[in-house]
């Protein structure tokens, strides 16, 4: 088919247009409007159209954005004008006292902020001349930065051409956009996976990824890499329309020309509502999708900016609150081991104390055995030790240009530290087991724990100070024991109260009272969580057919393995695993039991005996923290209509319910094709499912 020339013309720019809309759709706006594959599909005419009349090829096409050759070293850039750095404020009161200053300079009592969060990543310059990306620099030392174009120009959330023409009126002949260039969280998760995958080195942190990966002198590896930017100012300009009374006008207008912009960002008149705004950003750092350390606070007012100007090599305007380091180098004194509930050996990492992530951390999991050898981890190194959020704190790192020559290596133990019985590995396990079961006491005490917890027989207050004391003081060695307890035995504890005793002793009584699947869940069996309980009293109905049931007949459960089969299978032919159960039965713990009805009911819908509608049977997974709903509640809305929350995404999952930083299941879910629900499309689901039952 021959194409007029302007056809073809209209045809390129309309494309270019399109794209770079799906592109600012998808990667700023997060909201894609068309699949995936449509979006290739216009890619691929563009990539042929360019083929088939190369005359027509411009530098800000979206097809041009990879492709460069790799450089032999980066050439530099002199910015127009210097990209200083903020001064920081490490407490409320170093605030305080800059807004102090800030008031008495302009002489006036209040002042507005415009307030945003501080991302940790690197500081980059673009310039824009007539409305096109011409070169993009790093920070560099503030004056000279090192000319990284082709890697910036691989960041599909950049613009190459500034072309929104109407709604951002004129473009300027000349526009400096300054902002940070990180990796989301994410794909920093991604790409540690893949390294490991690969057998290559782990990156510390999202901030060294990102480093790493802009200064890359092949473009091509910066673009698998998969950065990110947000614009927060403007350094040079030229020509109309751009804002000069406000900052946070001008960072409307950046949004306008589709740069990414933070949301968070806020104006706010006064220190208590700077400080409020900290607070809430610090509580929500861990749901947002990036790390960021602190706040910015900035003058909002352009011409007040101008008026406090500079000291030395940082604008009197602004300030950097930092939130307390989330990384900390500390000395590692020792590796102890902890015995867990299945006899699991974790060490456990024993540093010297050091303030992280706002806490004082004297501890830090080194997960297993594997994991000390790939980090090359010794006693005596100097270690980073990360606390993020509030997760357990991890060594991800060791210093080896500071090992001192008196660095000692770990090895696992052979025996169980705490009873003495022999630790093995078994092949294909990352963790070495203690093998003495419940005659070890560390065992014996997470297990009565486990026993104890919220989601087993939920016993209100037995917690870990209790259940040691209880253990040590061989007041009780399994959990049958709880029931025979005294109130003079708990009361005769250190630090317990007749009426805390007596709250105690109610409580196991309460717990009496219970169901067959909490009861299953309870015993601890290894391999055995709420939801593989839960099939199991629905298939079984009754205690004592599970107990009766062999292996061939557990592994005809529907969703239990071979694996999950034979650990359930080896529990009941323990004899004191039996005589436990039978002490707990003959103390008053009874569930209602299913005699005759459960197993046709479960055969007929797989895993579950109730519930009807678009959610019964179907299988769902859980992924990130949505906005309104918990974890639980979640799993309980689809439980009562009959679906089934498990944990891993395979082939069998139907729905896979993805809320902010969603892990590794949410790719697993792309992977395979399966239907990814938001918070709002779940609660649409349940709607119908209900509107289906009633
Ligand atoms: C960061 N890192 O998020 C500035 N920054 O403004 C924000 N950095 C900055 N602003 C002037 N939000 C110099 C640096």
Request: glycine fraction near 8%.
């Amino acid at each position: 088919m021959s194409e007029r020339p302007d056809q073809v013309v209209r045809r390129v720019q309309e494309l270019r247009d399109i794209i770079e809309l799906h592109n600012y759709n998808y990667y700023v706006q997060d909201t894609p409007t068309i699949p995936d594959a449509e979006f290739d599909k216009l890619f691929r005419e563009l990539e042929e159209l360019e083929q088939r009349y190369p005359h027509l090829v411009t530098p800000d096409s979206p097809t041009r954005r990879v492709g460069a050759p790799p450089l032999k070293a980066f050439s530099q850039i002199v910015h127009r004008t210097p990209m200083l750095s903020l001064g920081n404020a490490f407490d409320e009161g170093e605030v305080e006292a800059f807004d102090r200053r800030v008031r008495q300079t302009l002489g006036i009592s209040s002042v507005e902020y415009a307030v945003e969060p501080k991302f940790d990543g690197l500081a980059v310059s673009l310039c824009y001349e007539d409305g096109i990306l011409r070169t993009g620099a790093t920070r560099g030392d503030g004056y000279v930065g090192e000319d990284v174009t082709l890697n910036l120009r691989t960041i599909r959330s950049i613009p190459l051409a500034l072309r929104v023409g109407n709604r951002a009126g004129q473009t300027p002949s000349f526009l400096e956009v300054r902002g940070e260039v990180l990796m989301l969280k994410a794909d920093f998760e991604k790409l540690n996976r893949q390294q490991r995958e690969r057998n290559l080195k782990e990156f510390i942190n999202p901030r060294n990824a990102a480093a790493g990966a802009l200064r890359q002198l092949d473009p091509g590896i910066t673009a698998m890499r998969k950065l990110a930017f947000f614009a927060y100012g403007i350094g040079a300009y030229e020509g109309a329309n751009v804002p000069r009374d406000k900052h946070d006008q001008v960072l409307d207008y950046l949004a306008s020309l589709r740069f990414p912009v933070v949301l968070e960002r806020r104006t706010v008149v006064g220190l208590a509502a700077m400080l409020q705004y900290n607070r809430e950003i610090w509580a929500k750092r861990g749901q947002l999708p990036y790390d960021i350390d602190g706040t910015v606070y900035k003058v909002n007012d352009l011409a007040q900016q101008v008026k406090l100007g500079f000291v030395s090599r940082a604008p009197r305007f602004a300030l950097a609150h930092k939130f307390p380091a989330q990384e900390a180098v500390t000395e590692l004194l020792g590796i102890d081991v902890q015995v867990g509930r299945t006899g699991a050996l974790t060490p456990v990492a024993r540093l010297r104390p050091v303030f992280v992530g706002g806490v004082t951390v004297t501890n830090a999991t080194l997960h297993n055995e594997d994991e000390i050898r790939r980090k090359d981890v010794m006693i005596g190194d100097s270690v980073i030790v990360r606390r993020a959020g509030d997760v357990i704190p991890e060594v991800v790192a060791v210093q080896k240009d500071k090992r001192p020559s008196s660095v000692k290596a770990f090895v696992m133990p052979d025996h169980c530290p705490v009873c003495g019985s022999k630790a093995v590995r078994l092949q294909g396990e990352a963790m070495t087991r203690c093998t003495g079961g419940l005659y070890c006491p560390a065992q014996r005490k997470q297990a009565i724990l486990h026993f104890a917890s919220r989601r087993a027989m939920n016993i209100h207050g037995l917690g870990d100070k209790l259940v040691e004391q209880l253990v040590d003081n061989a007041a009780i060695r399994t959990p049958a024991d709880l029931y025979k307890l005294g109130i003079s035995a708990l009361a005769a504890l250190a630090r317990m109260a007749d009426k805390s005793a007596g709250n105690v002793i109610d409580a196991i009584e309460k717990s009496k009272d219970t169901t067959l699947a909490r009861f299953i869940y309870a015993l601890g069996i290894r391999n055995v969580g709420e939801t593989t309980a839960r099939d199991l009293a629905a298939y079984f109905g009754t205690l004592d057919r599970l107990i009766g049931a062999d292996v061939e007949i557990l592994g005809r459960v529907p969703d239990i393995g071979p694996v999950v089969a034979q650990s359930i299978a080896d529990f009941f032919s323990e004899s004191h695993n039996l005589e436990i159960i039978e002490q707990l039965r003959a103390s008053g713990v009874r569930w209602k039991e299913n005699e005759g009805e459960a197993m046709r009911q479960a055969q007929s819908v797989p895993g579950t005996s109730a519930g009807s509608g678009k959610v019964r049977g179907k299988t769902f997974v859980l992924t990130g923290s949505l906005p309104n709903l918990a974890r639980d509640e979640v799993k309980e809305k689809l439980e009562a209509q009959g679906g089934k929350v498990t944990g891993s995404v395979s082939k069998k999952t139907d729905f896979v319910v993805a809320g902010a930083d969603p892990g590794s299941k949410f790719d697993k879910a792309i992977e395979l094709g399966i239907i990814i629900l938001d918070e709002a499309g779940l609660l649409q689901l349940l709607q119908e499912s209900q509107a289906d039952l009633s």
